[in-house]
Nanobody, 127 residues
Framework: VQLVESGGGSVQAGGSLRLSCAASGWTYSRLCLAWFRQEPGQEREGVAYIDRDGSTRYADSVKGRFTISRDNAKNTLYLQMNSLKSEDTAMYYC??????????????????????WGQGTQVTVSS
């Protein structure tokens, strides 16, 4: 599956951004999807996850501020980010794979469960 992120940019603390990830190549409704982020020199961190049925899970650091959603008709994954903080600055990646044996807890903690990744979109939050 091919994944293309968009929507990143620079914003002041307290602002909002919405990331999108367009997918092609597989039956989108069968996929489990997630957003990860990574700062230079740091490990990739799971941010939010959504399964085929729309159930979601979030990292504690973004709960109540970020919302993950999917539009199966448009083959697109979204991440609405509100109340952004400087510590949210990172490259954001979407990830996709079939859901076999994947739990929500695993999905956010084990990035290697996902074989398909986008190229990333940069989010920079200034304080």
């Amino acid at each position: 599956v091919q994944l293309v992120e968009s929507g990143g940019g620079s914003v002041q603390a307290g602002g909002s951004l919405r990331l999108s990830c367009a997918a092609s190549g597989w039956t989108y409704s069968r996929l489990c999807l997630a957003w990860f982020r990574q700062e230079p020199g740091q490990e990739r961190e799971g941010v939010a996850y959504i399964d085929r049925d729309g159930s979601t899970r979030y990292a504690d650091s973004v709960k109540g501020r970020f919302t993950i959603s999917r539009d199966n008709a448009k083959n697109t994954l979204y991440l609405q980010m509100n109340s952004l903080k400087s510590e949210d600055t990172a490259m954001y990646y979407c990830a996709a794979d079939l859901c076999y044996g994947m739990t929500a807890a695993q999905a956010l903690n084990v990035s290697s469960l996902f074989a398909n990744w986008g190229q990333g979109t940069q989010v920079t939050v200034s304080s």
